[in-house]
């Protein structure tokens, strides 16, 4: 990072026009602060402020973590500090794109810094692109199809499906609600646990299974993974962060898990035994595949035009990885899925001007070790500590396999744009 800042110190002088120095530097808090709220990684996020620095003829170093960005503007008159304090932002793709083309206009001079930041602003004012109602059945739709690629029974999916439904539901009344934020994981998981519970008194439903696949969408496998992303590129303030960060997520979702499972066992409720595990049918396992990602390009606000994109991309990673298990085993196949993703994201990116985000992060959802991370807690909890401590090495397995193949394909195909 010290050599990034450096370099930036000492690039010569740019090709264009010099502009105010003030404006500029509001340019760039202003943008700075929207890729933040917008979920942007640590290592995009200084890549994006550093090329646009250098266009506009500053010299500014630039260090952000999940919480904070601090911008050093180095001028004629000495140094100025801005210090930008935020809470971690949630991804949001279709803005991070239009962010993404405005850079570009910005760097070809076909805007003007005052124009910019008008821009800036209406893009983070632009309301979501899907309702409440469209975001609560994405919930569903993702868990009942993880449900399906967890081996589950058709009831299973049913009842995922529903219970997700509710979670989505709890998501934008606690999101309405800030003061109760932090108590929605604990919240969300208690209650999926305890109505799974009870399900599985009256129906032969794998009651484990059905909370996982209806908390998939909120378990941290993204967050870890940009986290061990942000740490493979040496970005380790921001990187240890947001690890921190999943594992306190993860915690809060295994107190909540243990408190419903407390709960079902006072009550005392008869339980049907539970359907086992299938492979189930092919054509619904690759149906569950397809719908995934379109459900999370929904949930991380992608636009519509991109499904087809997002759908191809998920869909290659997901095969990849089931050839990578065959060969490698099931934790290190996820290199290969990852490997492929990453590639089709890339290469998507050079030929329409995409960021690759826009296809990546969706795509990679199938991938993502948050399960692992989910069973780990739930172990540990239970005092299983050996199995606990065998899932969390398996998690953080698969999570840097996900990170080594997405690294792997931004060497072979290096993405257009650094967003």
């Given amino acids: 990072m010290i050599k990034r ?31 933040h709220a917008l979920g942007a990684p640590a290592h995009r996020l200084e890549a994006s402020i550093g090329a646009v620095s250098v266009r506009l003829g500053l010299r500014t ?3 952000t973590t999940p919480t904070a960005t601090l911008l050093a503007f180095q001028g004629e008159g000495g140094a100025r500090v801005e210090l930008l304090r935020a809470d971690p932002g949630e991804v949001s793709l279709a803005r991070l794109a239009d962010l993404s083309e405005l850079i570009d206009a910005v760097q070809s001079g076909e805007l003007d810094v005052a124009e910019a930041r008008a821009r800036v602003a209406a893009i983070l004012e632009r309301p979501a692109r899907y309702g409440p109602i469209v975001v609560a059945l994405a919930h569903a739709l993702a868990s009942g199809s993880a449900a399906r690629l967890f081996g589950g029974s058709t009831l299973d999916v049913g009842v995922s499906a529903a219970l997700g439904l509710g979670i989505g539901v709890l998501a934008l009344t606690f ?26 008194s009256f129906f032969a439903i794998t009651s484990d299974l059905a909370v996982l696949a209806s ?25 240890t962060a947001r690890f921190a960060g999943s594992a306190v997520s993860f915690l809060g979702l295994g107190l909540g898990v243990g408190l419903g499972r407390r709960l079902v066992e006072i009550t005392r409720l008869p339980a049907h035994a539970a359907a086992e595990l299938t492979s189930g049918a092919l054509w619904s396992e690759a149906l569950a595949v397809l719908v995934t990602p379109i459900a999370f390009l929904i949930l991380f606000q992608a636009r519509a035009r991109d499904a087809g994109w997002i759908a191809l991309a998920a869909f ?16 290190l196949g996820v290199f290969l899925g990852a490997a492929v993703v990453g590639t089709i994201g890339n290469a998507l990116s050079r030929a329409t001007g995409r960021p690759a985000s826009t296809t990546q992060v ?58």
Avoid: K, W
């Fill in 316 to 331: 290659a990673g997901f095969l990849g990885a089931r050839l990578g298990s065959m060969t490698l085993g099931p934790e």
């Fill in 61 to 63: 170093q630039v260090l």
């Fill in 175 to 200: 999101g309405v609600h800030r003061r109760f934020a932090r108590l929605f994981e604990p919240v969300a998981a208690c209650v999926a646990t305890v109505l799974a519970g009870v399900i599985a």
């Fill in 5 to 35: 800042m450096i370099s930036v110190l000492e690039t010569p002088e740019p090709t264009i026009l010099r502009r105010d120095h003030r404006s500029s530097e509001a340019f760039l808090t202003d943008l700075a602060r929207a890729l």
């Fill in 215 to 239: 908390l998939i969408t909120i378990v941290p496998g993204f967050t870890l993974t940009v986290a061990m992303s942000e740490l493979a590129e040496r970005h380790l303030g921001a990187g």
């Fill in 362 to 419: 969706p795509g990679i959802m199938l991938l993502l070790p948050g399960s692992l991370g989910f069973e780990s807690v739930s172990y540990l909890l239970s005092s299983e500590v050996v199995s606990g401590v065998e899932m969390a090495f398996r998690a953080l397995t698969v999570g840097g396999a996900l990170v080594g193949g997405l690294l792997v394909a931004n060497a072979i195909v290096p993405a257009r744009r650094e967003l």
